[in-house]
């Protein structure tokens, strides 16, 4: 049997004006405000979590950098098989 996911109910300080667009974008798309929030926090994870692994990659691009002489040869080799290629 697959275990139930649990929610817990919290609280969260939200200015006037930002809790009034938030109902009224909830409302657009017809969905509550709970959820509406939830999505907000999933995308804003999903942000962060990205910016990390663009993060890492760049780190680890500029401790070793691409070899040119390897994409210089990719592309050679491209010219020559592309233009056989039918579109």
């Given at each position: 049997m697959a275990k139930k996911k649990g929610k817990r109910i919290i609280q969260v300080p939200i200015?006037?004006?930002?809790?009034?667009?938030i109902d009224a974008s909830a409302?657009?798309?017809?969905?509550?405000?709970?959820a509406f929030i939830r999505q907000a926090c999933?995308?804003?994870l999903?942000?962060?979590q990205v910016k990390e692994l663009d993060r890492i990659y760049i780190e680890g691009h500029r401790r070793q950098p691409e070899d040119l002489s390897w994409a210089e040869?990719?592309?050679?080799?491209l010219s020559k098989r592309l233009p056989k290629?039918?579109?």
């Open positions: 200015e006037d004006d930002l809790l009034k667009r409302g657009v798309v017809a969905e509550s405000r709970a999933q995308q804003r999903k942000s962060l040869s990719s592309v050679r080799l290629e039918k579109w």
